[in-house]
């Protein structure tokens, strides 16, 4: 059995758990992992208070209760494999550089914000700032992968300099605001408008999409690197048809009051 | 009581040099003697010094806070946590107000001037000044770009200030100020006219039949007439422009015979032509500055890494953001000036940022008077006050120094006479004076800067050690007002510091003038502007002004 955490029952205001996350529990003993600290929102607290702690170490860690009020779950970790059974709050996977971290159900906001690397797969649907920027920086997620398995909420990808931001259902408002470079998925709508501010990246999508003006049309293509991508996030598990592997897609470029070295993709009906 | 006994005392003020003696402290002040049994500081081995005295800095009212908001990412990166005796903040280059104070004092500096409040904001200055522990505090008074004095500058004719004297006087009564600032005088309303400027101090500012000089040569006049403590404060126009050493020098030759000292000197210090690649004009400014005792300068020095650039010249700041292309503040404070907020970065290989920190260094390095060139980063617009320490190392210590020149732009360098190796060394007495002695003289703080009997008891005592850097960054201890706040670089105690506040006598009349322009100029009703509230005002230090011919 996995070393476990069970949250005994929902902190009255947020629990804060930097820190958390199984590269870091791996080498600890039960008593050193039971004194952490955790934040319960000014009060410094200890682990024990509010988790009882079952199984072994190793690379693998559960956590477990309603952990909607827990924040910073995974954050900053950098290998082995974090599973959260059930809803996790803001902040989670913030800063990670490498393992994977699995949510069972949904996150909140900021969810692998600031994020250089690793994978972060919440089979649930995902809060606002999804793979977004700390609150004043100008670049997000550097690097890695997240996978949502249901809708992302507003200002997916903000600031997106480097990596792969997949949501299988419908994603909010203002996807890749100010996005540097890296590439956003939509498999099931995209909210208006995408890329505002973008220099360079990619915004697919699979469906009709409210463009900004500053977005010019390109072309119509098959892009080849595009055929990669999605065939590798269809043997993530995200639900990708042939169609659209193979489609046409219309390119648009932008963000014409910026560099216009971005581009926005968009998978054109029956061809 | 308080005896720090033996250390090697810079007293340049006094025309102590390095002696190695007795400093007592007694009631707040410096005293000739104690008992024996009198508690003490073992400061062998140690340096002692006055407190430092900042004679330019930004670090209160609503531009610092809305640069504070404008940088979330620096907070988070340096958060100081609550303790017994500090509260929380944050830090970077624009820290919360507690921790300026404590910051500043853990630097060994117990006395700071902020240089730019627009009288407008003068209550939210006064406000964060009473949330900055530990130092003595005063603020200057923003006059140059203010539509009702344009009018009175412009009425009063070439010969006379007359209600101008009055209306600085008033003006300085209505804030809680302690002087006069003016910034690019002109420019800036001419950018709120429209994205212009002035270029010269005889442009006119549009409609209002005033010109840079008329402003420069009143306000000056009535300074002078006033007596205030310290003279105009003056940020030249076209900072940062290419060429901008000519509009610096005619600023000093249209202000011969009256005091002036100009802000961050370094930034108004180019040659070459506008729009073009500015070079070294730091060798004829230090000339010209040795040659006229009644001006003085900070430098402004430029320190490579962050920086927040705050400053009332609007159209400098939208400049500063065609470079950046980030985040921008930019503000009309209706009648009385702009304001510009630009997070910045110096970098070593950039040619115009290795030429402003060589500008600097010549400026520092060529000046004869170092009581008349003294200190400053311009903080937080060429940097940090906690750089001051680096900045100190690079005057001290000339192996450092040439190591650092070599790490710069080197096409830059060559448009200064660093190329040469300068030789200057500043010594301990020479540190004691453009970062205490000069700037308390210069603001006419008698009591600060120096440790003479009935000098505030503000004193910083160093551990010797060859590295400057680490020596000035962390003081062993420092004594404010008599009170160890500083104790091996930790902080023992965060008491209040005081409010300087000038005391210049105005005739009454002058509300009669005001009154009208007033109504005409401002959204803010005449009787409702002048600062009541005696919990912004109270309790402050009064320093008098010394008003001759008048009787007053
Ligand atoms: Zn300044």
Redesign the pocket.
Known sequence: MPLTLTLREPPTVPLETEGLSPDRLATRRRGEIEALTVWHGNRRAQLADFFAVSGNGGEELRVEGDLRRVKFLGAGMTDGRLTVAGDAGMHTGADMRGGELVVEGDVGDFAGVNMHGGRLVVEGSAGHQLGGAHPGERAGMRGGEILVHGDAGDQVGTGLRRGLIAVAGRVGDAAGLRMLAGTIVALGGLGAPPGAAMRRGTIVAMSHVTLLPTFAFACSYRPPFLRLYLRHLRALGLPLTDDQIEGRYARWCGDGLELRRGEILILEAGR | MLRIAQGRVYDPANGVDGDVRDVCLNGGKVVEELPSHAPRIDARGMIVMPGGVDI?S?IAGPKVNAARKLAPEEHRADPLDRTAIMRSGTGGTVPSTFTTGYRYALLGYTTVVD??TPPLAARHTLAELRDTPIVDAAFLVLMGNNLPMFELIRDAGPDGAGPVTEAVAWWLEATGGYGVKLVNPGGVEMWKHGNRNVTSLDDEVEGLGVTPRRVLEAIATSVDELGLPHPVHV?CNNLGVAGNWRTTLDTLDTLQGRRAHL??LQFHAYGGTPGKRPRSRAPELAEHLDAHPEHSADV?QVMFGPATT??ADAPVSARLREITGGKWVNADLEAETGCGIVPFAYRERNYVHALQWAIGLELFLLSRDPWRVVLST?HP?GGSFLSYPRLIRLLMDREFRNEQIDRVNQKAIRRTVLRDRLEREYTLGEIAIITRAGPARLLGLADKGHLGVGADADVTVYGEHEDREQMFATPRYVIKGGRVIVEDGELREAPAGDLLRVEADHDEAIERTLRPLFEEHYSVQFANYPVREPWLLEPARRIPARRDGSGR
């Open positions: 330019h930004h240089a730019a940020h802000a961050h402004g705050i400053t311009d617009n």
